[in-house]
């Protein structure tokens, strides 16, 4: 088993900037592919980032938030982050960490889930 909690979601301005937290505990997580996803009202549930095991050498972003959204990890506390900046209104959403992240064909999809954080931007 997989516990996650997200922390640090908020209410921000347009343009402005949130670093979201993911405290990971239970089996060895720094040897999986963790990631973030959101879901906005009314939508699918959306997969934003994710990073290597390890020292998380490896990224991967989606389009929307590639340039803006930073993943980063850090094994000896067994946290994951996501720092936004340039936030749009369009990001507003619940924020997911997950854990272990694969790929299902073009989809990504994770076998654990925390509660999520809200993140609203202002306009």
């Known amino acids: 088993q997989v516990q996650l909690v997200e922390s640090g979601g908020g209410l921000v301005q347009a343009g402005g900037s949130l670093r979201l937290s993911c405290a990971a505990s239970g089996r060895t997580v720094s040897s999986y592919w963790m990631g973030w996803f959101r879901q906005a009202p009314g939508k699918e549930r959306e997969f934003l980032a994710t990073?290597?095991?390890?020292?998380?050498?490896?990224?991967y972003y989606a389009d929307s938030v590639k340039g803006r959204f930073t993943i980063s990890r850090d094994n000896a506390k067994n946290m994951l982050y996501l720092q936004m900046n340039s936030l749009k209104p369009e990001d507003t959403a619940v924020y997911y960490c997950a854990a272990p992240v694969v790929t299902s064909g073009s989809a990504y999809r994770a076998d654990y889930w925390g509660q999520g954080t809200q993140v609203t931007v202002s306009s």
């Open positions: 990073i290597s095991p390890g020292s998380g050498g490896t990224t």
